[in-house]
């Protein structure tokens, strides 16, 4: 698994004159370009507790890798088709590869953010520590959704649109560039809004880089994201193995 995900990693952008550079490049404008609307332009980042840019890049980091992670994961059939069609190999490590293969962008933009924190003078403490347990959640987060969505894209390929679009519309309905306190959002919205499983992970970049609040000091989320997640995981996988008898065909 761990070899086919480093040459997935490295064949993604094989040809181009900066190769994996590219993996790597457009998040960082991305959060620039997020940061100079919503932290200058609209002047969003006030009364954070750190500077807007800090905040910002605790929830994009884990948000990256979900979009990367799930847009890899539900292609990953079509993309190694011609691994699906062998009899002898064992696909269903595949949705697996595509998930590492994007956790090694992640775990490069994590060691960057610790830095980048430490040079603004906010040093991470051992809190920081919990980035292993909510890096784990989020992967395991992927790997359930990729093991429902990759079975279901071979027989119906809007999917990957939906996928798309939805991702789009998450973003923005994820606290990510805005929070809570500053739309006044109380009752039953909130609680509506932080059923989001990638809420729980996002609260938790920050309650370990910038709140110093641990995760078990959140019985209830952290109770509901892993039955979610569970729950999901098992019926994925359920599911794939249903179907994956007739993939070969499909494809």
């Not at 490590?93 to 998930?99: A, M, Q, R, T």
């Not at 590492?100 to 490069?108: E, W």
């Not at 932080?194 to 309650?207: E, H, I, S, T």
Request: hydrophobic share 55%; aromatic share 20%.
């Amino acid at each position: 698994v761990l070899s086919l995900a480093k040459n997935d990693f490295k064949t993604k952008y094989a040809g181009s004159y900066f190769g994996t550079v590219w993996a790597f490049i457009q998040p960082v404008v991305t959060i620039c370009v997020y940061w100079f609307v919503f932290g200058l332009a609209l002047r969003g980042g006030a009364d954070r507790g750190v500077p807007f840019v800090l905040w910002l890049v605790a929830g994009l980091v884990p948000w990256f890798f979900f979009q990367d992670g799930l847009i890899g994961g539900t292609n990953s059939l079509l993309e190694y088709n011609y691994l699906v069609k062998k009899v002898v190999f064992n696909i269903r490590i595949l949705p697996v590869v595509k998930v590492i293969s994007a956790g090694f962008v992640h775990c490069f933009f994590v060691l960057i953010v610790l830095v980048i924190y430490t040079c603004m003078g906010y040093p991470p403490t051992w809190y920081a520590l919990q980035l292993i347990y909510y890096s784990f959640c989020i992967f395991m987060l992927i790997l359930a959704v990729t093991y429902f969505s990759s079975a279901v894209v071979v027989f119906f390929r809007d999917l990957s649109q939906i996928i798309n679009i939805g991702l789009q519309v998450g973003v923005w309905v994820t606290p990510i560039m805005w929070s809570f306190s500053d739309l006044g959002l109380t009752g039953i919205l909130t609680k509506i809004l932080k059923l989001n499983p990638v809420f729980y992970v996002v609260q938790g970049y920050r309650d370990s880089l910038i709140d110093h609040v641990g995760f078990w000091q959140h019985p209830a989320l952290t109770l509901y994201f892993w039955a979610f997640t569970l729950v999901l995981f098992f019926l994925g996988t359920r599911l794939f193995k249903k179907l994956q008898v007739h993939f070969a065909d499909v494809l």
